[in-house]
């Protein structure tokens, strides 16, 4: 299969070179919220591929390794010669200053948390912040010697130097993370590096991108007709109205009912995009193949791998019934792109497989078109919301690809998803009717693998387990569990046990994030 994406072009960019933090998307996100496109890239990427992308200007994000360690990461000799404005963060800082003619050092105090920062002289970076700063740190080496022509900006009790700048050259250097909500200020720090110090062009905006992939759509597809796995979910929904939009009836959709979904959710699927947005959409009913292919696994690597593969096969199985498509539509976005190391690293780990990121067969033979790949989710909802796709679909809380099959633990059968579908809508719909439903970021049932006794009216009853979830997170790599109401919960309780007789106790996961995932399996 021949890749054929649809990038942005002929705008400025930010890179942010990765070397390996948790927050690294986060930084780009931040960066785009400015309206200003950024690009991820892996540290030891191929250096043409840096100088293809022609940054306006670069920042080094943080990372778990130590530059006082032999074979760790370093930033490439590319990103000096380009000759534009530098950010190091937190490792990008030490690795810079040790590159640099700095010394790092292995810290006697690490710093994990709030600290504040104290500004001695003025700095282009820190334009606007009072001269005191509550900042998120989180390291254990810092900056002991500042490099040669690099000054002093600001420190912290623990840390002597927290931020630095060269004296003649746009480096700056900070040991903090001014990309997490924790830091404050933080977003107007990195507006000042890239609308002041990278004189970056705010182009980035919904409504010229938008009309931009509908012509790069066009351009590429021509008079071929295109192939679209809908699921459902907010990004093969997102991509199935573009697409629409863009070449009208030379799309095809196939939605693919793998018995899995949630209660209601097929019928919603069919009626928002068939009936009222009017696309041509095929529906696969699949779900007694899926609990074929299932039966007697309980392994939930096993399950997501099966549940991805029978996928696969049968939306192959559909395309080769259709006629003239040369080309297959994916809904992949760039979280995906980055966490199936799409980004052509070296060293890259798959954080973990997305059966939309060069899964499918080769044999198809089809080009591909992701007009969404270089989008973040909150952008991929932006364009939903533009394009006309109800608020209820693009607002819903996050759902696994394997569907219900990891929120069932254990073996997947037919009436063990009926009872989780009839708890988790039970579950749902009473969050959305107090109100609730926006103010947590996730919220779902999981059927356990126990029974338990329970006395319903004057009869024992020895029955199944749903355990509920909900967290409160702003990016989803930390999360809270959520305070409910006791009242509320007890409310849903009494209705899951009072209509669901194969059920007979219902408890509520107080776990947050880390130790434990969010989901369960």
Same mark, same amino acid.
């Given at each position: ?47 043409? %591929? ?35 404005? @530098?950010? +190091? ?11 640099? $003619? ?10 994990? +948390? ?13 334009? &606007? ?43 700056? #250097? ?19 590096? /890239? ?36 699921? $459902? ?17 030379? !799309? ?11 209660? $209601? ?23 007694? /193949?899926? !609990? ?13 791998? @099966? ?9 192959? #199985? ?14 992949? @976005? ?7 190391? &799409? ?33 973040? %989710? ?9 394009? +006309? ?11 696994? $690809? ?6 069932? @633990? ?21 969050? /959305? ?11 779902? #049932? ?7 006794? +329970?006395?319903? &009216? ?54 947050? %994030? ?8």
């Amino acid at each position: 299969m021949k890749e054929l994406s649809v990038n942005s072009k002929n705008i400025d960019t930010i890179l942010v070179l990765d070397f390996g933090s948790q927050y690294t998307q986060l930084i780009a996100r931040r960066v785009r919220e400015s309206n200003v496109y950024s690009e991820i890239l892996p540290w030891d990427i191929d250096e043409s %591929k840096i100088k293809l992308l022609n940054p306006k200007g670069i920042i080094l994000s943080g990372g778990p390794n130590s530059v006082t360690e032999a074979y760790t990461p370093r930033i490439p000799q590319i990103i000096f010669d380009l000759s534009v404005p @530098i950010l +190091g963060i937190c490792y990008g800082m030490q690795t810079l200053a040790e590159q640099m $003619g700095g010394q790092v050092i292995s810290a006697d105090n690490k710093e994990f +948390g709030h600290s504040e920062l104290n500004i001695h002289v003025e700095s282009a970076m820190l334009k &606007g912040i009072d001269k005191r700063l509550n900042v998120w740190m989180s390291h254990g080496d810092q900056v002991q010697d500042l490099p040669d022509n690099f000054k002093l900006i600001a420190s912290t009790s623990t840390a002597p130097i927290a931020v630095m700048e060269h004296e003649s050259l746009p480096i700056y #250097a900070l040991q903090f993370h001014p990309e997490v909500t924790h830091t404050d200020k933080g977003q107007n720090i990195i507006e000042n590096f /890239i609308l002041d110090i990278c004189n970056a062009d705010t182009a980035w905006k919904m409504d010229h991108l938008i009309n931009k992939r509908i012509e790069e759509i066009k351009e590429k597809v021509k008079d071929g007709k295109v192939l679209l796995g809908l699921s $459902g979910g907010v990004d093969s929904s997102v991509t199935a109205a573009l697409l629409h939009k863009a070449i009208g009836k030379k !799309l095809t959709c196939v939605f693919v009912n793998n018995g899995l979904l949630r209660k $209601g959710e097929v019928e919603e699927v069919m009626q928002t995009f068939k009936e009222n947005m009017n696309l041509n959409v095929i529906k696969s009913e699949s779900e007694e /193949i899926f !609990l074929r292919h299932l039966k007697n696994i309980d392994d939930p690597e096993q399950k997501r791998k @099966i549940i991805g593969r029978t996928f696969i096969d049968i939306f192959d #199985a559909e395309a080769i019934k259709l006629k003239e498509i040369k080309f297959l539509a994916q809904g992949t @976005i760039y979280p995906d792109v980055i966490e199936s190391s &799409g980004s052509e690293s070296n060293e890259a780990r798959v954080i973990k497989s997305h059966h939309n990121v060069g899964g499918l067969p080769e044999e198809m033979e089809l080009d591909l078109v992701e007009p969404l790949r270089d989008l973040f %989710k909150d952008e991929v909802r932006k364009m939903g919301v533009e394009l +006309g796709i109800p608020k209820e679909m693009l607002e819903r809380h996050p759902f696994p $690809g394997p569907g219900l099959g990891v929120r069932i @633990i254990g073996e997947i059968t037919k009436e063990k998803t009926k009872i989780l579908q009839h708890a988790d809508h039970i579950f749902i719909e009473e969050l /959305i009717k107090a109100d609730l439903y926006d103010k947590v970021s996730q919220a779902f #049932a999981v059927l356990l693998p126990v029974k338990s006794v +329970g006395v319903v &009216g004057d009869e024992r009853r020895y029955a199944e387990v749903i355990g509920l979830r909900a967290v409160e997170t702003v990016d989803f790599m930390t999360a809270r569990w959520a305070h409910l109401p006791y009242e509320f919960l007890e409310h849903v309780s009494n209705r899951i046990v009072n209509e669901i007789e194969q059920v007979s106790r219902v408890v509520y996961d107080i776990s947050s %994030k880390p130790p434990a995932t969010i989901e369960w399996e």
